[in-house]
């Protein structure tokens, strides 16, 4: 476990400790809400959204649309100033799609958030099917003096699963975005689930070959988990979605660590619910309990992310 992106502790390439490394600093990331909305709920690609989204269920209470922007980084920016003493932000623009909308819209935002002397860039979560050549040519041209990461959703690699779930596009356009931004000093996360219904840990390990040929930057990984208002929810109630238990998750995530490159820094291995909300599953675990809980049975196995691949050294470079 030599290379230099893996914590020795962790035994995985965390995306805050990348930040650390990469800024000298403890950097948090600050929600926002940019007022966006989505293609598959306008009917544009589609209506009702996919199968498990409900943004309640990840979004903070002090983002909303009806307050401004600078109210919510400042509200954020206090809140992580407090719990974990940061000192400079990223700001996440995380409900919806948030480069679906008027370039004017977009660019006036980006360029608020940007005017706060504490922050050091943006994250934009988005869908890959919604990033128009002129927006991505100017998150170019932000991400020239300023970190610029775009959080790709893209959940599963399997074209059928995706159709099932309702997400209004397939991985031929998830690939084709990748390939459109590389090269562009433009970061890329990409978002997984696992556990989706007929999804095996096979199908899953197969996702990780693909993603570990990629340029991509970072990953978001978390359980399925059905919440209150979803269609998921109604299929959990009927008996069709079965839950993966919290061992066969961890084993299949852990499996999935082994096999992605260290340059690529973990932002997320799990995904939790407000308990008013909550459905299924109930692991009734905190979220250290669940980070550590992959984190240790990956000390358990003697194994740490990426020592499965042939010729680790391979394509990793140092660190800025």
């Not at 509200?75 to 992580?80: C, F, L, M, P, T």
């Not at 719990?83 to 932000?89: C, I, W």
């Not at 690939?175 to 696992?194: K, P, S």
Request: aromatic content about 8%; glycine content about 8%; charged content about 25%.
């Amino acid at each position: 476990m030599s290379d230099n992106f893996i914590h020795k502790d962790l035994r995985i390439n965390s995306y805050g400790s990348y930040l650390r490394h990469r800024f000298h600093c403890r950097v948090s990331k600050v929600n926002v809400d940019g007022g966006f909305t989505c293609p598959n709920r306008d009917g544009v690609k589609g209506t009702g959204g996919c199968i498990f989204c409900n943004n309640s269920s990840f979004s903070p209470r002090g983002t909303q649309e009806t307050i401004t922007v600078e109210n919510q980084i400042a509200e954020g920016i206090a809140y992580h100033r407090r719990r974990l003493g940061s000192e400079k932000f990223i700001i996440y623009f995380q409900k919806h799609t948030n480069t679906y909308g008027p370039l004017d819209k977009i660019r006036d935002l980006y360029r608020r958030v940007l005017a706060h002397p504490d922050v050091i860039g943006i994250s934009i979560g988005t869908r890959p099917d919604c990033l128009s050549d002129e927006t991505i040519d100017l998150l170019e041209e932000i991400a020239r003096t300023r970190y610029v990461c775009l959080e790709l959703g893209l959940q599963s690699m399997d074209d059928d699963i995706l159709r099932r779930i309702n997400r209004g596009h397939g991985v031929t356009e998830y690939l084709a975005a990748v390939e459109r931004i590389a090269g562009r000093d433009i970061e890329v996360c990409t978002h997984l689930i696992y556990g989706f219904p007929g999804e095996t840990r096979a199908g899953f390990l197969r996702t990780a070959d693909v993603i570990a040929s990629l340029p991509i930057n970072s990953l978001k990984i978390h359980q399925l988990h059905a919440v209150k208002g979803t269609r998921l929810a109604e299929m959990y109630r009927s008996g069709e979605f079965l839950p993966l238990s919290h061992r066969e998750y961890v084993a299949g995530v852990c499996d999935f660590l082994e096999r992605i490159p260290p340059r690529i820094a973990i932002q997320r291995l799990y995904g939790s619910a407000p308990l008013a909300i909550r459905v299924a599953p109930t692991w009734d675990l905190k979220n250290n309990q669940m980070w550590y809980s992959i984190i240790n049975e990956l000390k358990r196995r003697g194994t740490w992310q990426g020592c499965r691949l042939s010729g680790m050294a391979t394509g990793v470079h140092k660190r800025l």
